[in-house]
Nanobody, 114 residues
Framework: QVQLVESGGGLVQAGESLRLSCAAS????????MGWYRQPPGKQRELIAT???????VYADSVKGRFEVFKIPDENMMALQMNSLKSDDTAVYYC????????WGQGTQVTVSS
């Protein structure tokens, strides 16, 4: 099973930016769409950004125009660039295949203060 490790979270002010990273134990990116998910406090986990194989990324309306997902060249990694952060973006962020498979990583906490 692919192991996934998320990093890069932290505490930021509204309007600031963060870049999250997702490291995979193997090159899952050549055979599967990958995505970023998040789980706000007290809510369900939701898919916010999908990186398909060979197609443009797809975003949830809540992050469209502010977030960008991309594969890091020559690494088994992808990133999520988050700009213009809002308090509603506060959540634990995870990466996984789309649809999700295997174990989830520990996630990385993003807290946006207003």
């Amino acid at each position: 099973q692919v192991q996934l490790v998320e990093s890069g979270g932290g505490l930021v002010q509204a309007g600031e930016s963060l870049r999250l990273s997702c490291a995979a134990s193997e090159n899952i990116f050549i055979r599967s769409a990958m995505g970023w998910y998040r789980q706000p406090p007290g809510k369900q986990r939701e898919l916010i950004a999908t990186l398909p194989r060979g197609s443009p990324a797809v975003y949830a309306d809540s992050v469209k125009g502010r977030f960008e997902v991309f594969k890091i060249p020559d690494e088994n990694m992808m990133a999520l660039q988050m700009n213009s952060l809002k308090s509603d973006d506060t959540a634990v962020y995870y990466c996984n295949q789309v649809p999700p498979r295997g174990p989830w990583g520990q996630g990385t906490q993003v807290t946006v203060s207003s």
